[in-house]
T-cell receptor
Framework: GALVYQYPRRTICKSGTSMRMECQAV??????VAWYRQSPQKTFELIAL?????????EQNFTQEKFPISHPNLSFSSMTVLNAYLEDRGLYLC?????????????FGEGSRLIVV | AQKVTQTQTSISVVEKTTVTMDCVYE???????LFWYKQTASGEIVFLIR????KKENATVGHYSLNFQKPKSSIGLIITATQIEDSAVYFC?????????????WGLGTSLVVNP
């Protein structure tokens, strides 16, 4: 089946430092990856959409300078939260879209939780 | 504007019973996809079931089924024979067919507690 692994599962970082998270698709080819942040109130915010061999599209309020993303192949993507502050805390989720089969479904993993102190 | 609304904040049921979770959506597109996910206590988001708007038959996967009422823009999730392990937060989400295929609009979730 389609599986998505994210690591690290949880990071505690000091205010002003950075955190890098990785997303691995297993069992399918992830042509498209969506990075979301789930707030402590459980709402989801789309950060950016990344498609292999295409430009990464950031949503309003999110920038490449703050959340640089790499999507070098069909199984891997990474995102960094630079200069993290309290407002950046939350659960960061990678949603990978299967290019074949059920191509319209996004599969998620367990997320990477960022705690800023 | 696209919107997904889950009015039930939390539901508590006894195991082995059937539970229905409500979800209504707003979209201007004639073709779209509707999803239900559950989020476990660990934070993991698990895909459960999907309904394509152009399909009239209600989707069914295992003990999950959907009650798709297109004229009412409603996509209810039905869980039969609930188990303790079904306790989680359930999210309804929608994606329109046109535009970016990966952008989901999420509801606020319904917390399900299954008691012994």
């Amino acid at each position: 089946g389609a599986l998505v692994y994210q690591y690290p599962r949880r990071t505690i970082c000091k205010s002003g430092t950075s955190m890098r998270m990785e997303c691995q698709a297993v069992g399918f080819q992830a042509t498209s990856v969506a990075w979301y942040r789930q707030s402590p109130q459980k709402t989801f915010e789309l950060i950016a959409l990344s498609t292999v061999n295409s430009a990464i599209k950031y949503e309003q309020n999110f920038t490449q300078e703050k959340f640089p993303i790499s999507h070098p192949n069909l199984s891997f993507s990474s995102m960094t939260v630079l200069n993290a502050y309290l407002e950046d805390r939350g659960l960061y989720l990678c949603g990978a879209r299967d290019s074949q089969g059920a191509g319209n479904t996004l599969y998620f993993g367990e997320g990477s939780r960022l705690i800023v102190v | 504007a696209q919107k997904v609304t889950q009015t039930q904040t939390s539901i508590s049921v006894v195991e082995k019973t059937t539970v229905t979770m409500d979800c209504v959506y707003e979209t201007r597109d004639s073709s779209y996809f509707l999803f239900w996910y559950k989020q476990t206590a660990s934070g993991e988001i698990v895909f459960l079931i999907r309904q394509d708007s152009y399909k009239k038959e209600n989707a069914t996967v295992g003990h999950y089924s959907l009650n798709f009422q297109k004229p009412k823009s409603s996509i209810g999730l039905i869980i039969t024979a609930t188990q303790i392990e079904d306790s989680a937060v359930y999210f309804c989400a929608m994606r329109e067919r046109v535009g970016d295929n990966s952008k989901l609009i999420w509801g606020l979730g319904t917390s399900l507690v299954v008691n012994p």
